[in-house]
Nanobody
């Protein structure tokens, strides 16, 4: 059974930091591209950051220089370090695992709420 379990969300003041974690089980974590997405009320879900199995990363323009994605293959965990948070970063953050083996399969976590107060 595949599970992606996010943690680390919460309420923080503008300018503060949070670190999100996503612990994966039931997948070949080391070959997965792992990503963080977010969805604010009334908006579409958007990619925040992603990291490939080889460690290449990409970020949404809105978070470049403030957020850092990383992975620990020994712990089957992906992280999102979020610094200099802004109220517009408030959203539910979802962990995503994208695997291409025989066919492409995508898994999602249940989400964790991040709220940034002004």
């Amino acid at each position: 059974q595949v599970q992606l379990v996010e943690s680390g969300g919460g309420l923080v003041q503008a300018g503060g930091s949070l670190r999100l974690s996503c612990a994966a089980s039931g997948i070949l974590f080391s070959i997965a591209t792992m990503g963080w997405y977010r969805q604010a009320p009334g908006k579409q879900r958007e990619l925040v950051a992603a990291i490939t199995s080889g460690g290449s990363t990409n970020y949404a323009d809105s978070v470049k220089g403030r957020f850092t994605i990383s992975r620990d293959n020994a712990r089957n965990t992906v992280y999102l370090q979020m610094n200099s948070l802004k109220p517009e970063d408030s959203a539910v953050y979802y962990c995503n695992a994208d695997l291409q083996v025989i066919r492409r399969v995508v898994y999602w976590g249940q989400g964790t709420q991040v709220t940034v107060s002004s």
